[in-house]
């Protein structure tokens, strides 16, 4: 075969390999721009995780293309973003969508939704700290059994429209629960079977003489001090009963707790030191405060 017909074969070769790969070329960069406005279309639409596996699709045709890495990353970060502001994990979620924000090589509507929420975080911050003080409030007004108080106090976080959206549904439960035992006490409802210090305080200071007596490990004083207190006798009681979580309970706590127990209408004059230490420890071991542990448990 002479010399010009293998340059013209081999002129054709080249020719068909090259024509090939380039239309092979020209068709990857149709299907990958078909891809990345798929993509983008979906993120208008708020439909990210379709826009994930477009951009994923463009990556086939470009892969480590700068852009397509970049919505990927981005669409990724915003959705997890997402999910952070559903569990309520505000710190983590900023964090997501501050990184949308900072994406250089991604989409600039995403950019601005997720500036848009980085906005609503601080302001459900901000939200989130007053309502927390209010019904902080509102507990404290509770633990010094002014239900009635505390109920007008949650009144004001439940009458406002933004607690009820769900960035503040965990606050709302405890406002709930809280708004629940005030009723309870304010309807006088019990709870509960009667603690030590529901018995009578009927005894006749000679009975509570005759028990104090038969004591074994009294000093002398402290029988005769016994004989000659009228309330229950508290001369008998173990060391463990006169502490909460292994501290001595203090006069001034049983002063305290005396004025508690009064405003929650119950007469506080004719329970004894130990009476009133029952019912300390029994709303601590309750969580309840002691005008509603007493009120429920009378």
């Given at each position: ?10 002129a ?11 239309a ?63 569990n ?10 501050q ?24 302001s ?7 309502f ?13 059994a ?58 006749s ?94």
């Amino acid at each position: 075969m002479k010399k010009w017909m293998w340059m013209v074969i081999t002129a054709v070769i080249v020719l068909c390999v090259g024509g090939y790969a380039f239309a092979r070329h020209t068709e990857n960069d149709k299907l990958y721009n078909q891809a990345m406005t798929e993509g983008n279309s979906q993120i208008s639409k708020q439909n990210y995780t379709s826009a994930e596996t477009a951009f994923n699709n463009a990556l086939r045709y470009r892969p480590n293309d700068i852009s397509a890495t970049g919505h990927l990353s981005q669409t990724q970060s915003f959705v997890s973003a997402q999910d952070q502001l559903n569990n309520l994990q505000f710190t983590k979620a900023e964090d997501e969508y501050q990184s949308v924000v900072n994406e250089k090589n991604g989409s600039s509507t995403l950019a601005l939704k997720a500036k848009f929420q980085v906005s609503l975080i601080k302001s459900v911050e901000t939200n989130r700290n007053k309502f927390e003080k209010i019904y902080q409030q509102a507990l404290t007004q509770s633990g010094q059994a002014q239900y009635q108080m505390s109920n007008m106090t949650l009144q004001s976080l439940l009458s406002n429209a933004d607690i009820h959206q769900p960035y503040y549904s965990d606050i709302l439960q405890k406002v709930n629960t809280l708004k629940s035992q005030n009723d309870k006490a304010i309807s006088g409802q019990t709870t509960g079977v009667a603690n030590s210090f529901d018995q009578s305080n009927s005894n006749s200071s000679s009975s509570s003489s005759s028990s104090a007596s038969s004591s074994s490990g009294l000093t002398s004083s402290e029988k005769q001090a016994a004989a000659n207190y009228p309330g229950k006798n508290e001369f008998s009681v173990t060391k463990a009963q006169t502490e909460l979580n292994g501290k001595v309970i203090t006069q001034s706590q049983i002063n305290s707790a005396r004025q508690q127990i009064k405003a929650s209408g119950i007469d506080a004059n004719a329970m004894s030191n130990q009476d009133v230490r029952n019912i300390i420890k029994g709303a601590a071991a309750n969580h309840q405060s002691i005008g509603q542990y007493a009120k429920t448990h009378r």
